[in-house]
T-cell receptor
Framework: DAKTTQPPSMDCAEGRAANLPCNHS???????VYWYRQIHSQGPQYIIH???NNETNEMASLIITEDRKSSTLILPHATLRDTAVYYC????????????FGTGTRLQVFP | GAVVSQHPSRVICKSGTSVKIECRSL??????MFWYRQFPKKSLMLMAT?????????EQGVEKDKFLINHASLTLSTLTVTSAHPEDSSFYIC????????????FGPGTRLTVL
């Protein structure tokens, strides 16, 4: 599995957009970019995933660069409940394949 | 999304005893389940992959005789921590995936194990 690099922590004001970057320069052609988040003392929660096109769902948007070496997760209007550790993971899109978690980005949303 | 449950949510045991943790997929059949361990302020570390009806595959450094995994049905996997010691105290999390269904895996809420 390709490795990812994320900043260890970020702050965001409530109501503002949170933009979380991820570098995955060694990503393979058949690997997807997945984002999960983990709120304190809970299991991880799936957010979104994509291959090369930008994706949007009710939780977030995923912007993937054209060369696919990096991506950005966007929470358009962050709330206090979005405070969590966000993990960017790359792997093939078989949900029976293991997920390898890196260190993630700890997002703190403040009032 | 689909629901994965874990039981118990929290367990405290004495050193030397064994503890069983259950992971259930409530509304889908999970052909594959994964077990993770997480220490405070650390990331999730994959311990093993279990496939229904076959032996689990353990990650390097994880003792298979200490962490027994059974995936006897398409909705249940169990992790037994044998002869637990204080250093086994951790947050144990399972996830489940299924072929031909969802694109993502679903995680349980985790089990907090404290060994005295």
């Amino acid at each position: 599995d390709a490795k990812t690099t994320q900043p260890p922590s970020m702050d965001c004001a409530e109501g503002r957009a949170a933009n979380l970057p991820c570098n995955h320069s060694t990503i393979s052609g058949n690997e997807y970019v997945y984002w999960y988040r983990q709120i304190h003392s809970q299991g991880p929660q799936y957010i979104i995933h994509g291959l090369k096109n930008n994706e949007t769902n009710e939780m977030a948007s995923l912007i993937i660069t054209e060369d696919r070496k990096s991506s950005t997760l966007i929470l358009p209007h962050a709330t206090l409940r979005d405070t969590a550790v966000y993990y960017c993971i790359v792997r093939v899109s078989y949900n029976t394949d293991k997920l390898i978690f890196g260190t993630g980005t700890r997002l703190q949303v403040f009032p | 999304g689909a629901v994965v449950s874990q039981h118990p949510s929290r367990v405290i045991c004495k050193s030397g005893t064994s503890v069983k943790i259950e992971c259930r997929s409530l509304d889908f059949q999970a052909t594959t389940m994964f077990w993770y361990r997480q220490f405070p302020k650390k990331s999730l570390m994959l311990m093993a992959t279990s496939n229904e009806g076959s032996k689990a595959t353990y990650e390097q450094g994880v003792e298979k005789d200490k962490f027994l995994i059974n995936h006897a049905s398409l909705t249940l996997s169990t992790l037994t921590v044998t002869s637990a010691h204080p250093e086994d105290s951790s947050f144990y999390i399972c996830s489940a995936g299924t072929q031909g269904g969802f694109d993502e895996q679903f995680f349980g809420p985790g089990t907090r194990l404290t060994v005295l």
